[in-house]
């Protein structure tokens, strides 16, 4: 089960601890079910109750919730623990997959089922918690109805041993139930995104938006007839395990005593016992589908992280961001990269191509739409690995050992950029400074800069440009990549980019690689290359 692997995933000894603790709340509850038994036995005789027996009923009451409320709490703790090991874990690997990789995974699906089922998980642990603990009390009581009669006990064991076989069996198909709720979620979250990201094109073509929300209905009557499935499926769980447990209840009344001598004298006491069982059972029963949920989330949640480790790319032995600062000079030379979709399908060739990137230069890359110009710098600052070539700063050929050395030289603001509220990385930073730039980028009026964050990222974009720009300017590294970032700019900003900024840079010794269409501005540049199908066609100085 997934739900044992998460549990022992971590440390031993936090486990042991809780396995020791739950056996103690377990036996005392057992030993308080009997002392209970044992006074009201007495009471029924008319004896009276010793002083010694008060005290040793206060003891184990004490032990008793004592040894619960512990349970409890380090059981919680336990499991909260896994969860934040898991998040953390899926965490690590992402920040290590290789950005093609992440590209092939459908992130919804990845965010959806992480953020729903850890949260679920996170939500529900204390009342799977206390279906644990009550499986604990129902430990203790069946070894006091073994204490009492052997043969009670194995008549009640066997009839559970049924029973709960019969309830795994209905919960197998819950759990195969509650996959198709899952896919059907993701369907209806699908179709939800696609009201609200292409809201524009739906109110542009009614047919559209009439056929987009047809396909919608469907998807949320699916996701309902699954939903009222399992219910019902739970709701058939819950009448078995009432109605399974009043029956063994009558089989120890009505039945066993026919067949067994000297039952009588003690099945007051078994019948007491085995009610006092019927509210953890109540317990677990009830939670059921919580564990079919955590079991299915679970497997959803491996599958994606296996799906990750896949991707992951192994540590670089040497990492070390001064190694290639103060560079002169890149050299790309043979350059290849091949884009392949998830069944390994050749979709697309950048390369061969050879390229010299300078220190005090711009440069300006230029070609159509998918002629490979984004990729070609993905491929150079090394967010995609190259199939063929090699790269070398100032004579010293890049290798595994040395990539995250390499790429500590480059700051990149690609078209598909993500825009973070804070300046990671940066934590030593000068507020005014950050201040004065976003005066320079004319973005006082709207955004401040307070306790380490930005005050709003709700904002054009192009002005979200300009504030990733700062960050990037501030980031001060050896080459700039700018992937059409001038392309939401309007034309006083555009003048400030290319004419005041850019060379700027230039001055301080930094090379500069701008992706543009913007032919206007050709003139600025000291060098320029054009791609074309994957491909440098030309290069004009």
């Excluded at 009276?48 to 032990?63: D, E, H, M, N």
Aim: charge should be neutral; hydrophobic fraction near 45%.
């Amino acid at each position: 089960m997934q739900l044992i692997r998460l549990v022992k995933s971590g440390p031993d000894k936090a486990l042991s601890s809780l396995i020791v603790v739950t056996i103690v709340s377990g036996l005392s509850s057992a030993f308080l079910v009997a002392l209970i038994n044992h006074a009201a036995e007495l009471i029924a005789f008319g004896e009276p109750t010793s002083l010694r027996l008060v005290l040793l009923y206060a003891v184990l009451f004490l032990i008793f919730v004592n040894a619960t409320s512990i349970a409890w709490r380090k059981s919680n703790r336990l499991l909260q623990s896994r969860l934040s090991a898991l998040r953390l874990r899926i965490a690590g690997t992402v920040r290590q997959a290789p950005l093609r990789g992440l590209e092939q995974l459908e992130h919804s699906e990845l965010l959806v089922t992480l953020n729903r089922e850890t949260n679920s998980l996170s939500a529900n642990m204390p009342l799977l918690t206390g279906a644990v603990q009550s499986a604990g009390l129902l430990l203790g009581a069946l070894l006091y109805i073994a204490s009492l009669s052997f043969v009670a006990f194995v008549i009640f064991v066997t009839a559970a041993l049924i029973g709960g076989w019969a309830f795994w069996r209905r919960r197998l198909i819950m759990n195969a139930a509650m996959v198709e709720v899952f896919q059907s979620e993701a369907d209806v979250v699908r179709g939800m995104v696609g009201f609200t990201k292409g809201f524009k094109e739906i109110r542009l073509n009614a047919a559209r938006n009439i056929a987009l929300f047809d396909q919608f209905k469907s998807f949320a009557d699916t996701q309902q007839s699954n939903v009222t499935s399992v219910a019902s499926t739970w709701i058939t769980l819950i009448q078995f395990s009432s109605a399974f447990i009043y029956a063994m209840l009558g089989a120890l009344i009505f039945i066993v005593p026919a067949y067994y001598d000297g039952y009588t004298d003690i099945v007051y006491k078994i019948v007491a016992v085995s009610a006092f069982c019927l509210g953890p059972l109540a317990s677990i029963t009830s939670v059921s589908h919580l564990f079919a949920n955590a079991e299915v989330g679970l497997t959803r949640i491996a599958e994606i992280e296996e799906k990750l480790n896949a991707l992951k790319e192994p540590a670089h032995a040497y990492y070390d961001p001064e190694r290639f600062r103060g560079l002169k000079r890149i050299e790309a030379r043979d350059i290849t990269f091949e884009y392949r979709n998830a069944n390994g399908d050749l979709q697309f060739t950048s390369g061969p191509w050879d390229l010299t990137v300078n220190a005090s230069e711009i440069l300006f890359v230029t070609g159509g739409n998918g002629s490979g110009k984004s990729t070609a710098m993905k491929v150079l600052c090394g967010l995609y690995p190259k199939s063929g070539g090699e790269i070398k700063v100032d004579g010293e050929r890049i290798t595994n050992r040395t990539q995250s050395s390499y790429s500590e030289i480059f700051a990149a603001i690609f078209s598909d950029f993500h825009l973070f509220d804070q300046m990671f990385g940066l934590d030593d930073i000068d507020p005014d400074t950050v201040t004065h730039w976003l005066k320079r980028m004319q973005l006082d009026d709207k955004v401040t800069y307070r306790n380490g964050r930005f005050s709003t990222l709700d904002l054009s974009t192009g002005q979200r440009k300009r504030l990733a720009m700062i960050t990037a300017l501030l980031e001060d590294r050896d080459v700039y990549i700018f992937d059409e970032w001038a392309a939401d700019q309007d034309s006083h900003f555009r003048d400030v980019i290319y004419k005041e900024l850019l060379p700027d840079l230039k001055a301080k010794g930094k090379a500069i690689i701008v992706v543009s269409h913007d032919d206007r501005y050709w003139h600025l540049c000291d060098r320029r290359v054009h791609f074309d199908m994957g491909r440098i066609q030309a290069q004009q100085a």
